[in-house]
């Protein structure tokens, strides 16, 4: 055949018509992606509340399993779960509330204070600078905060702007959470019967996956963000720091966000050490946030989490920056649990298929069972 009858995609390279493919796809991926968040957007209320049930069912749910091994009917056991478990996450909120509104006006004039300790070094110390380059400084600065404050404060999901919808959220998350910890896998099987006969098993397993996942990384965040704020708190009571407990509060906060959360609330740390005491008491508990961030990441983050929540420092960063920019503070505190389980399940899916995966009996089509608790 002469070349001038050759078709037009036979003189493409062949590696040009592979990365074709892929942008294709990729590109029909993003968009899928940008649809999906467009419409979580637009219902973000629900989409908040159903999330935070979720975790909040992640953290509850093998108190539940717990007593259903007990022989304690499901029902009686998620209710009992329920009330101690909203009782004692109502007792810490409003230990928190009244902490911070107990120590606002201390803690804003003690940062007021280190802004001025600041100012002064920068003009006296051994930076030199001008007055007018200070201010020129703290004005940029004020201006980019308040410039960003919003998207900050609330991100992509930002509609919950008034009392009436966060009170509406609220009732709506609690009972979101009483009716999964009272369920016993029905949502989940009824998704799953939804797909084709032939994926079922494997949907079920990554289900089930993705599910150990969320449950090692609550009661793992919880606990370590704890032992990283009472470590604190000891270091700041044998240091004679004042606020130590709204500080040991705000670090407990900081530490639910990987990396961030606890560099800010450590900088608040810092401030305050700097202003109220030296600059020496200042590097001390930078050091003492150093430590304890290190015997959390090396020691304590493998014992606690072990392999269930195994993602690369780097990795860490990368989706706490980019849940940040979507969602706000929302997003930067739900990115990492959504990388562990993707990179979970993304790991189970590529693993051959499961072949002893249990299914109903009584149902008789081969739908997975509830996936444990």
């Known amino acids: 055949m002469s070349p001038l009858h050759e078709r037009a995609t036979d003189t493409v390279s062949w590696g040009l018509q ?14 899928a992606l940008v649809v999906l968040l467009g419409l979580l957007n637009a219902v973000s209320l629900v989409t908040i509340t159903v999330i935070v049930a979720i975790m909040i069912c992640a953290l509850l749910q093998p108190l539940v399993g717990l007593l259903v091994g007990w022989r304690v009917p499901r029902t009686l056991a998620a209710i009992l779960v329920f009330v101690l478990g909203m009782t004692a996450l109502v007792a810490a909120a409003w230990f928190v509330i009244q902490q911070v509104s107990a120590n606002s006006s201390a803690l804003g004039s003690q940062l ?10 920068l003009v006296k110390g051994p930076a030199r600078m001008s007055e007018h380059q200070v201010s020129q400084l703290v ?12 998207g900050l404060a609330q991100g992509a999901f930002a509609t919950a702007n008034s009392a009436l919808l966060v009170i509406g959220g609220a009732v709506f998350c ?16 009824w998704v799953v019967k939804l797909l084709p006969q032939e994926s079922r098993l494997r949907v ?10 969320l449950i090692a990384y609550m009661r793992s965040t ?5 032992i990283n704020s009472l470590t604190m708190v000891v270091i700041m009571m044998i240091a004679g720091m004042p606020l130590v407990v709204p500080l040991g509060v705000l670090l407990f906060l900081g530490s639910l966000i990987p990396l961030l959360g606890m560099l800010v609330a450590g900088v608040v740390v810092v401030l305050v ?5 030296s600059a020496v008491m200042a590097l001390v508990m930078a050091v003492a946030l150093v430590l304890t961030v290190q015997l959390e990441g090396n020691l304590l983050n493998p014992l606690i989490m072990g392999k269930a929540v195994n993602i690369h420092p780097l990795g860490i960063l990368m989706a706490v920056t980019a849940g940040a920019i979507l969602g706000g503070i929302f997003g ?10 993707l990179n979970n399940v993304a790991s189970d899916v590529n693993r051959p298929a499961p072949g002893g995966l249990a299914t109903d009996p009584q149902r008789g089509d081969g739908a997975p069972l509830a996936p444990p608790t």
Do not use: E, M, Q, Y
Request: net charge positive.
């Open 139 to 150: 004005n940029d600065l004020t201006n980019t905060i308040s410039a960003n404050r919003t």
């Open 273 to 277: 050490a700097l202003v109220t005491k």
């Open 204 to 213: 079920a397993h990554a289900g089930n996956v993705a599910w150990r996942t």
């Open 332 to 341: 930067a505190f739900i990115a990492v649990p959504l990388a562990a389980i």
């Open 222 to 226: 919880v606990l370590l963000a704890l």
């Open 174 to 189: 609690l009972f979101a959470t009483l009716f999964l910890l009272t369920d016993d896998g029905g949502i989940f099987r």
């Open 112 to 121: 007021l204070d280190a802004v001025a300790t600041i100012h002064r070094w």
């Open 18 to 31: 592979v990365a074709a493919a892929w942008a294709l796809r990729l590109l029909i991926v993003a968009a």
